[in-house]
């Protein structure tokens, strides 16, 4: 069975600095997919980046960019030039079975002005 | 266009009650998804639906749950004789199409509190 580890329960940021959440994973698959999910204080789930175990080159979407090391089994989000508004909850999750999401514990970011 | 949303946002029951949660999903998606969220933890898997049938529904924690999509759309989670830790917040999602490909777009959640 999968299992996604967030070792990171808080971490907090001043505006501006880069920030780097970690995420190990495991999985017996050959072929799987990694994404990044961030929760507001509104509780909804927003995608944010999605790494296929296949692809050659770290994913990027904007300011958020996944450090993807396979065989370390970690894919951490890292996100550049942080601001007050990436203050939520950070989900690192796996597809399992191709349909299903396994998320971690979460890691709650808060950006210091 | 519309997400997904989710009713009611809230919702208080006593402990033995019966309570039925409402998820509809982005139009013409036809995998939809329901999660459990505990508090302080991340979203558990309980049921996926592909089309009007249940392809997958490994993590419903017992026979208290059940769910449906009689149409293909709307589709509605059922629990009977809610129990105290059945409390959280449940969250649906769908997809145009099931697989990794395929972004599942998530709602609102409905908080449910059993007292």
């Known amino acids: 069975a999968q299992k996604i580890t967030q070792t990171q329960p808080g971490m907090f940021v001043q505006e501006k600095e880069a920030v780097t959440l970690d995420c190990t994973y495991d999985?017996?698959?050959?072929?799987?997919?990694l994404f990044w999910y961030k929760q507001p204080s509104s509780g909804e789930m927003i995608f944010l980046i999605y790494?296929?175990?296949?692809?050659?080159q770290n994913a990027t979407e904007g300011r958020y960019s996944l450090n993807f090391q396979k065989a370390r089994k970690s894919a951490n989000l890292v996100i550049s030039a942080s601001q007050l508004g990436d203050s939520a909850m950070y989900f690192c999750?796996?597809?399992?079975?191709?349909?299903?999401?396994?998320f971690g514990q979460g890691t709650r970011l808060t950006i210091n002005p | 266009g519309a997400g997904v949303s989710q009713t009611p946002s809230n919702k208080v029951t006593e402990k033995g009650k019966y309570v039925e949660l409402r998820c509809d999903p982005i139009?013409?998606?036809?995998?939809l998804y329901w999660y459990r969220q505990s508090l302080g933890q991340g979203p558990e898997f309980l049921i996926y639906?592909?089309?009007?049938?249940?392809?997958?529904d490994s993590g419903l924690p017992n026979d208290r749950f059940f769910a449906v999509r009689p149409e293909g759309s709307v589709s509605t989670l059922k629990i009977q004789r809610t129990e105290r830790g059945d409390s959280a917040v449940y969250l649906c999602?769908?997809?145009?199409?099931?697989?990794?490909?395929?972004?599942?777009?998530f709602g609102p959640g409905t908080r449910l509190t059993v007292t």
């Open positions: 639906f592909q089309g009007t049938g249940a392809a997958d």
């Open positions: 139009s013409g998606h036809t995998a």
């Open positions: 999750a796996m597809l399992q079975g191709a349909q299903k999401l396994v």
């Open positions: 999602a769908s997809s145009l199409r099931q697989g990794a490909l395929y972004e599942q777009y």
């Open positions: 999985t017996s698959d050959q072929s799987y997919g």
């Open positions: 790494q296929g175990s296949y692809d050659e």
